[in-house]
């Protein structure tokens, strides 16, 4: 039963929400101000349609492996390729997804060797069944060994060294090293390499933080700032990290600086502003892109990018004199 | 008929075949008999550790502690092998004592003090995850272990603990066969001896358990170090296979193997349950993760789909024990 007087009220319900939608639209910022990001739409390529497999070590939900997987997608795109991404951070459960991927019967696999002893001998597999494999981001030691034919990433004691010797260059006494996945090799790789690229020129101290749990990130390195006055210099190792770091040196007090390994959108602006001082960038979206269009370069043309050697994708340095023209990259999501 | 359908695991059965049909229908990859093989093997790794999870679950107890357990029995023989450069079975054996160890320790504590298992292990469980990282950095100066794969006995250890071999073009692992055999173990312990009807008799009832006899305390430690041993064995699984750990994994495991014994039929309040069950558990488990990725779906929603693959499986799951108890 609608009376008129229901139907009048209803209306002038409507009409309220409405008014209030309209109130709510926030004049700036939010999703409007994204540019399109539109770097795949530069025609399609006429090769057969191939199956590629990407498996990773993401931990779900890294804004890193976002950029790797944009890269993956854009070159996917263009190549006409099937892209099939898949991840596990657990040595023997990514080696499943490989062997998954080789059940698929997919035309070419790109992978992570993060942990390389456990991937072994999953990738043999895959080379053994004729499926080329090249390898992304980790395992620059172990790809020629395992039959894999191109890797595509940075050294990470070398870049670890490089930011090590920076931050002796600018004076640092005391240098906090924030590990944020406990047990990972390339990370402690990373610390490793600043703490013999700052050589003589004061102490690095490690620090392990759980990146799954944002708040304890913040309060560990708050409470280290807090006990630790001397500590000039914070590094962390994925911007995310960066970003709390920032707040944590805040909160605390403390004068400390923060560097870091890995930028995404927030650290570009972060760096902008000053909070952060300067990025050592490998180049995820690259690394993701390289991955899939070479192998779409071996299957359709037998080409190998970079001869047989590693391709460096890194490490180079972002900081406020060279930020501007990565800016307009990472407002798309793409650096 | 009326027997077979009040066994525990028939539900698992039915979601088992569900599941199967399921991804046997819209996966391509998955309709291959080399596919069976990898599936195979992802389900015998939560497999072997569901079935002594499961024995005691049917007991009343719980280990949080069997995931990380796992992790520190092979960085104890790995690390002891490869620091004092012993043969690497001086390792294995020296590791089983440490697990059995574990159990003991869980068990004791929880028999002598009272407290629930699900407290005592989460404290255990903890201890190992913080000491596996701690004493693999201390020891070796890095968070994985050193490759032990040309040391002595490594290749009989791998032989046992992970070697496959080829059934016309399938490959089939080694723990796929130990596997079975624990299941056939632990099904013939709980349906044919003595210790059989104690676990069901302490996870029922404690009280009316002791008071007719059943020696509760060792019951309920024996189902812990069972646990430890299973714990030991794919502790040593993970490391011949792939000759290095990671001291940080492990973590988080110990509820897939809870979930696995669940789906079997297991009750979480103890005293109902089957080993057997466990193995359709962890074969549930292990197609949907495989088909998963098989089906090619977006990794994203990998977790997503998991879940509802798992709730669909324990609905159905718990509507056919109804039906078969209304009978």
């Known amino acids: 039963m609608t009376t008129p007087r229901s139907t009048a009220r209803g209306l002038l319900a409507v009409a309220a929400v409405l008014a209030l939608a309209a109130a709510g639209c926030s004049s700036e910022g939010g999703k409007q101000e994204e540019e399109k990001s539109d770097s795949g739409t530069a025609g399609v390529a006429d090769t057969p349609r191939y199956t590629i497999a990407m498996i990773t070590h993401e931990v779900p939900g890294d804004t890193f492996w976002d950029l790797v997987r944009k890269g993956a997608e854009a070159a996917a795109k263009k190549d006409n390729i099937e892209l099939r991404y898949s991840n596990n951070p657990d040595g023997p459960e990514q080696a499943n997804l490989v062997q998954s991927a080789i059940d698929s019967k997919v035309n070419g696999i790109a992978v992570t060797l993060a942990k390389p002893d456990a991937l072994q001998g999953a990738v043999r597999q895959a080379v053994n069944a004729r499926i080329p494999v090249v390898a992304l981001n980790a395992g620059l030691e172990q790809w020629k060994a395992m039959g894999v034919t191109e890797f595509f990433g940075q050294d990470e004691s070398i870049a670890g060294e490089a930011a090590g010797q920076r931050l002796a260059q600018e004076g640092a006494k005391k240098v906090l090293c924030v590990i944020h996945e406990q047990g990972h090799v390339a990370l402690e790789a990373r610390c490793a390499g600043v703490k013999k690229g700052f050589g003589g020129a004061g102490v690095v101290e490690n620090l392990n933080v759980n990146s799954k749990d944002m708040p304890s990130v913040k309060s560990t390195i708050t409470a280290k700032l807090q006990q630790d006055k001397s500590v000039d210099r914070v590094i962390t190792l994925g911007a995310p990290i960066a970003i709390t770091a920032v707040e944590s040196a805040k909160e605390s007090g403390a004068a400390a600086k923060v560097v870091t390994f890995d930028t995404n959108k927030e650290l570009v602006g972060s760096i902008r502003s000053g909070d952060v001082q300067w990025a050592i960038d490998q180049q995820p979206y690259l690394q993701g892109y390289l991955a899939i269009d070479s192998l779409w370069l071996y299957l359709s043309n037998g080409n190998v990018i970079g001869g047989g050697q590693t391709v460096l994708t890194g490490p180079s340095f972002i900081d406020q004199t060279n930020i501007e023209s990565v800016a307009q990259y990472a407002e798309k999501g793409t650096r | ?327």
């Open chain 2, 1 to 327: 008929m009326t027997r077979l359908l009040a066994r525990p695991e028939l539900g698992s059965v039915v979601g088992m075949v569900a599941i199967f049909v399921f991804f046997f229908a819209i996966a391509d990859p998955f309709r291959q008999a080399t596919s069976m093989g990898t599936v195979l093997y992802v389900s015998s790794t939560i497999g072997i550790m569901a079935v002594p999870v499961a024995l005691l679950m049917i007991g009343g107890e719980f280990d949080l502690s069997a995931g990380v357990n796992v992790t520190a029995s092979a960085l104890t023989a790995s690390m002891l092998s490869y620091q004092l450069s012993l043969n690497v079975w001086v390792g294995v054996v020296a590791s089983l004592l440490f697990a059995l160890g574990v159990g003991f320790l869980n068990g004791f504590l929880v028999t002598t003090t009272g407290i629930p298992s699900f407290l005592v292990t989460l404290g255990t469980f903890l201890m190992l995850q913080g000491a596996n990282i701690a004493v693999t950095k201390q020891v070796s100066g890095q968070v994985a272990t050193d490759n032990i794969s040309d040391m002595d006995g490594f290749d009989t250890a791998k032989a046992i603990f992970a070697s496959s071999f080829d059934v016309g073009s399938v490959t089939i692992r080694a723990t796929v066969l130990w596997w079975l055999l624990f299941v056939a173990v632990g099904t013939w312990v709980l349906l044919r001896t003595r210790p059989g009807n104690w676990i069901f008799a302490v996870g029922g009832n404690v009280d009316s358990a002791r008071a007719v006899g059943v020696p509760v305390r060792q019951t309920k430690i024996a189902l812990f170090m069972g646990v430890g041993f299973c714990a030991w064995f794919m502790g040593m699984h993970r490391l011949f296979a792939f000759s290095t750990v990671q001291s940080g994994e492990g973590v988080g495991n110990e509820f897939i193997y809870i979930i696995a014994a669940v789906i079997g039929g297991c009750l979480l309040t103890g005293g109902y349950g089957s080993a057997i069950g466990a193995a359709f558990g962890a074969l549930i488990f292990g197609m949907t993760n495989q088909g998963i990725v098989y089906a090619g779906w977006d990794a994203d929603w990998f977790k997503f789909f998991l879940g509802v693959m798992l709730l669909f499986a324990t609905v159905l799951n718990m509507w056919v024990r109804r039906l078969a108890v209304r009978r």
